[in-house]
Nanobody, 122 residues
Framework: QVELVESGGGLVQAGRSLRLSCAAS????????TGWFRQAPGKGREFVGE????????WYPDFVKGRFTISGDDANKTAYLQIDNLKPEDTGVYYC???????????????WGQGTQVTVSS
């Protein structure tokens, strides 16, 4: 079992940057990849990137490239999501998720955090 806890959300002005954290505990050695999702008010959850711990490879969908950066500490599988030049449309709840066997974007990660709220004011 892996437990994930997100932190770092809050109210931020547009144009600023924010770094979210996803702290992992439990059987962290089993984690293959950790990904980030967000859910805007009234919308579905969307994938915004992931880190594959073997080699530290990161992957992003096109719509976040250049503004979102994922990094992490392989020793404890803590993942970070840096968002630069925040926009009001980045408002939402940000979740991290972990998968023990494949890329987060490809499957159904079994481990999820509770989410952290990010609100961007214009």
């Amino acid at each position: 079992q892996v437990e994930l806890v997100e932190s770092g959300g809050g109210l931020v002005q547009a144009g600023r940057s924010l770094r979210l954290s996803c702290a992992a505990s439990g059987r962290t050695a089993s984690v293959y990849a950790t990904g980030w999702f967000r859910q805007a008010p009234g919308k579905g959850r969307e994938f915004v990137g992931e880190i594959i711990w073997s080699g530290g490879i990161t992957w992003y969908p096109d719509f976040v490239k250049g503004r979102f950066t994922i990094s992490g500490d392989d020793a404890n599988k803590t993942a970070y999501l840096q968002i630069d030049n925040l926009k009001p449309e980045d408002t939402g709840v940000y979740y991290c998720a972990a998968d023990p066997t494949e890329e987060v974007r490809k499957g159904a990660p079994p481990y999820w955090g509770q989410g952290t709220q990010v609100t961007v004011s214009s």
